[in-house]
């Protein structure tokens, strides 16, 4: 299986490095910006020598040929003031120019979308493409139930400040995006 991360953040990143795992024949790794895309792949390749050294990696200048494309690219939440509706609205334009290309490269790939939000996303990309998943649900249910949670036991502190700025969101998100793939097996 062939899988192409693009968008190498902090979902993206961690996404791909517990993809080293997992069995994939081959994981390419694209980003708009070059030099992290190289920074990136230095950084999986000394690790994937270190933990098993089966998995291909392969740093791409553009969209290519895969099974599967897991889409990361685009802005993240800065914080909790900042409403769906305008983040969608930056992200739809992202979301569009890479899904046209997946789709004359490989209209029939599995395409997860970790961007945010993602189901608004996903209903973009179909229409360009007919198999997508989204990621991240999961989490943010598990988010918003501690929120509520939190709220009617009356506790000031807001979970969700310290959520959106917690290295836990990603890993979990990354979490979500590997159970998909391994389900997708082929």
Not at 58 to 79: F, H, K, M, P, T
Request: negative net charge; hydrophobic residues 40%; glycine residues 6%.
């Amino acid at each position: 299986m062939r899988v192409q991360i693009i968008g190498l953040g902090n979902v993206g990143f961690t996404t791909a490095l517990l993809l080293l795992n997992k069995n994939i024949d081959e994981i390419v790794l694209y980003d708009k910006d070059r030099t992290k895309t190289i920074y990136q792949y230095y950084e999986l390749y000394t690790i994937n020598k270190l933990v098993s050294g089966d998995c291909k990696l392969i740093s791409a200048d553009c969209i290519v040929n895969a099974d599967v494309y897991v889409i990361s690219a685009g802005l993240s939440r800065r914080d909790t003031s900042q409403t769906r509706e305008s983040l969608y609205e930056e992200n739809k334009k992202i979301i569009h120019e890479i899904c046209e290309k997946i789709m004359f490269i490989n209209q029939f790939a599995f395409i997860i979308i970790a961007t945010n939000p993602p189901t608004e996303l996903c209903k973009t990309c179909l229409e360009y493409v007919p198999r997508v998943i989204p990621a991240g649900l999961e989490t943010d249910s598990i988010e918003n139930s501690i929120i509520k949670k939190n709220k009617h036991e009356g506790y000031i502190i807001d979970v969700g400040d310290y959520v959106f700025s917690h290295k836990g969101y990603t890993v979990s998100v990354a979490g979500e995006i590997v159970k998909i793939i391994e389900s997708l097996r082929f």
